[in-house]
């Protein structure tokens, strides 16, 4: 049996498909492009976007200077199956990722004391809906891997305020702090 298992583990990795999301009866994997993704899937119901900046020749006589740009897309295929992100560098699909399972609707399963760490962004819209508002904090990492060499990264900050009501049980806001569309705090503020 155990002569048998390696076999079948090395076919399933090299195998595109073992990875594929699957949307209907239609595949997408990596290195398909936005618009296949799109036409295959359908609108994604939440996106997020990011430009990272390569920088060749800095401080030198000649400095080339190529922005690159990220979209993030997460799909909800309903309360029984994983929620997937899919990371698009440039139109074509970098990489896949599975979430937690889904919800039934946009924004109908939110509770406040569940908004743990970690979440994604795409999650915690799923859960919770659009922000009441969001504030942008974001800022630019450069780091120099080498001389001449800079890379201009976006590191995305937001605060986003969900408002769970004003009755006698409920004076709950809650300000959540996400970093690179990942939940990396959040506070309660009485109103």
């Known amino acids: 049996m155990r002569r048998h298992l390696l076999p079948i583990i090395v076919l399933l990795l090299a195998s595109p498909s073992a ?3 699957r949307c209907g009866n239609r595949l997408v994997s ?6 296949q993704v799109r036409e295959r899937c359908g609108e994604p119901f939440w996106t997020d ?5 390569e920088v ?7 400095e080339r200077q190529r922005s690159l740009q990220f979209d ?8 029984r199956q994983l929620m997937r992100r899919l990371v698009f560098r440039e139109g074509v699909l970098l990489r896949e990722d599975a979430l937690g399972y889904g919800v039934d609707a946009i924004g ?4 406040p ?4 760490d970690g979440l994604s962004s795409g999650e915690l819209v799923a859960r919770c809906g659009e922000p009441a508002s969001r504030r942008d ?5 450069v780091r120099r891997p080498a001389p001449g060499v800079e890379l201009w990264r976006d590191h995305r900050r937001e605060e986003w305020v969900y408002d769970f009501g004003d009755n006698r049980l409920v004076r709950i806001v809650r300000i959540v702090r996400l970093s690179d569309g990942r939940v990396s705090g959040v506070d309660a503020v009485s109103r």
Request: charged share 15%; glycine share 10%.
């Open 56 to 62: 060749i020749g800095a401080n030198g006589p000649l």
């Open 108 to 111: 109908s399963d939110c509770n």
């Open 19 to 21: 990875f594929a999301m």
């Open 30 to 35: 990596d290195g398909a492009q936005d618009f």
């Open 113 to 116: 004391n569940r908004l743990a």
């Open 49 to 53: 976007r990011y430009t990272n900046i």
């Open 72 to 79: 993030v897309w997460y799909y909800n295929f309903g309360p």
């Open 137 to 141: 904090l974001s800022e630019t990492i």
